[in-house]
């Protein structure tokens, strides 16, 4: 494992799409709370995320992914999931979205969300935040 900037030894990055508006604008500012949890944050277009984690970077750009430190990725809505798991006050959303029909409901809006983020990031006015 490796040190996070925290006290709290790094399990794991949380990877996003750095030319979403929404997507850099949200993840960092939840920075903090995922350092608790021994989560870094970094870029999808990382150079080094692309070689850890071997995927086409078409392929990557298509979900916020969880790289875990022995190198598990997990993707889309079970990185929400995973997160919301381990903070106390969002955990009631993580039993909602594992509910029989929560979690299809939870996984379409996420689907809904990821291929139309950068729509939704211009409908806001969020430009993206280059790291």
Do not use: K
């Not at 889309?76 to 955990?91: E, H, I, L, P, S």
């Not at 299809?104 to 430009?127: E, G, I, K, N, T």
């Amino acid at each position: 494992m490796v040190e996070s900037q925290g006290s709290t030894p790094t399990t794991g990055w949380v990877l996003y799409d750095d030319s979403c508006g929404i997507c850099s604008h949200w993840v960092p500012f939840w920075a903090p709370l995922l350092r608790r949890l021994g989560l870094d944050v970094a870029p999808l277009q990382s150079p080094w995320v692309i070689e850890m984690t071997s995927l086409a970077p078409a392929t990557l750009l298509q979900d916020l992914r969880l790289l875990h430190a022995d190198g598990r990725l997990t993707s889309g809505a079970d990185v929400y999931r995973f997160v919301m798991r381990r903070c106390w006050w969002a955990y009631p959303l993580y039993l909602l979205a594992n509910l029989p029909g929560g979690r299809q409901l939870f996984d379409w809006s996420y689907r809904s969300f990821a291929r139309h983020r950068y729509a939704v990031s211009s409908a806001c006015h969020l430009a993206p935040r280059r790291s």
